[in-house]
Structure formats: structure tokens, C-alpha cells
T-cell receptor
Framework: GQQLNQSPQSMFIQEGEDVSMNCTSSSIFNTWLWYKQDPGEGPVLLIA?????ELTSNGRLTAQFGITRKDSFLNISASIPSDVGIYFCAGRSGGSNYKLTFGKGTLLTVNP | SAVISQKPSRDICQRGTSLTIQCQVD?????MFWYRQQPGQSLTLIAT?????????ESGFVIDKFPISRPNLTFSTLTVSNMSPEDSSIYLC??????????FGSGTRLTVV
């Protein structure tokens, strides 16, 4: 089955620093999604990408859909303590296949 | 995006019993899904809940263990049957309109003792 390689597994940063995480796949995806999950909650959609090369921002978050359609990255600028959580990438191959494949997640810790 | 209400939010159950989890969406959606998330792990798709027909299960998940209903476009249930401690996990409902804007419920944290 399809697999997503998400890195890094975890990050420890100081408040105010920028963060970058990425996902790669051996197969093509037509949709890339980035989620954040807080403890005890379900994942919350941060950014959705639908077109190769697309660069989309949501406040301090920026994500890009790789040109090869096999990768995506998420950047967080000027991190704050509430950015702490687990970030997941997810991909959908498209067509009649509506299932999402998830990466293993990046645990972000922000030290005040 | 759709808003999902999932209940119960948590439960502690005896082994051998069954638990039914409900998922209510505030608008009609095309796709509904059920996931399992074990502690510290990513999300694993259990099945796609199909309106008016049998759910489509992923490899490793069977209908006898995880029966799913979806009577209409806004509601679905997942039953975890004949539970064992290995079923202790977070179960999540997800919904999508047309393959975009996938949203999730808050999850059901299940502990089997």
C-alpha cells in the first residue's frame, strides 16, 4: 500500500524559531493535507493543497505541494507555545479513491 | 467544513463486551470514514462507511469485529465487538464532501479492562 515518510519524527525548538517538516511518497498524490492534533482531540485541518507546485499560507503556516506530486512541506514561522502538538501530513491519490494515507507525525515541542 | 460530533468521548469497558460509537455530521457529506489511532501512533483507516450499503473494510479489519452502519448522509456508527485489551485505542470518525476538506471528530478514547 501507499506510504508516506514524514520527517522529522520530533522537534524541540525555542519560541520564535521557524520550523520545517516534510513528507515524501514513492507514489503520486493529487491532494496533500496538513493536520495538527492536540492531546485528547481529533486532527484539525491546517492547510489543503490540490495542485502541483501550489504554495498556500494560513497565518504563520505555509505549505507547498511538490512539483513531482510526491512530496509536500509545512513551514511554521515565529513559533509560539501553542504550536505544540503533533503534525500529520496526509495524501489522497485522487480519482475515485477518497481514502487518505497519513504520515507518522511530527511531534513539535516549543520551549518558551 | 462540516462539524462532527462523536460520542462517547471516552469509555472503559469490560473485555468481551461491545461498544457502539456514534458520529453525527452537521451537514450532508459524501464520504464518512472510521480510523483507529493507537497511543503515540498515526491514524489507521478501518473502513469507509457507505450510505445504504455495506462498509468497505481495509486489510486487517473485518465486519464481524467492527460492524459499521450508515443509514443516511449525516450519521454513522462503529461498533467494536467482543472487545479485548488490544482494542484499547482512540477511534476517530472523519467526513468529506467531495474528496476535500476532510474533517475529524474529537475521537473516542476506549480502554478495555
Amino acid at each position: 500500500g501507499q506510504q508516506l515518510n514524514q520527517s522529522p519524527q520530533s522537534m524541540f525548538i525555542q519560541e520564535g524559531e521557524d520550523v520545517s517538516m516534510n513528507c515524501t511518497s514513492s507514489s503520486i498524490f493529487n491532494t496533500w493535507l496538513w493536520y495538527k492534533q492536540d492531546p485528547g482531540e481529533g486532527p484539525v485541518l491546517l492547510i489543503a493543497l490540490y495542485k502541483a507546485g501550489e504554495l498556500t499560507s494560513n497565518g504563520r503556516l505555509t505549505a507547498q505541494f511538490g512539483i513531482t506530486r510526491k512530496d509536500s512541506f509545512l513551514n511554521i514561522s515565529a513559533s509560539i507555545p501553542s504550536d505544540v502538538g503533533i503534525y500529520f501530513c496526509a495524501g489522497r491519490s485522487g480519482g475515485s479513491n477518497y481514502k487518505l494515507t497519513f504520515g507518522k507525525g511530527t511531534l513539535l515541542t516549543v520551549n518558551p | 467544513s462540516a462539524v462532527i460530533s462523536q460520542k462517547p468521548s471516552r469509555d472503559i469497558c469490560q473485555r468481551g463486551t461491545s461498544l457502539t460509537i456514534q458520529c453525527q455530521v452537521d451537514s450532508q457529506v459524501t464520504m464518512m470514514f472510521w480510523y483507529r489511532q493507537q497511543p503515540g501512533q498515526s491514524l489507521t483507516l478501518i473502513a469507509t462507511a457507505n450510505q445504504g450499503s455495506e462498509a468497505t473494510y481495509e486489510s486487517g479489519f473485518v465486519i464481524d469485529k467492527f460492524p459499521i452502519s450508515r443509514p443516511n448522509l449525516t450519521f454513522s456508527t462503529l461498533t467494536v465487538s467482543n472487545m479485548s485489551p488490544e482494542d484499547s485505542s482512540i477511534y476517530l470518525c472523519s467526513a468529506s464532501g467531495q474528496g476535500d476538506g476532510y474533517t475529524f471528530g474529537s475521537g473516542t478514547r476506549l480502554t478495555v479492562v
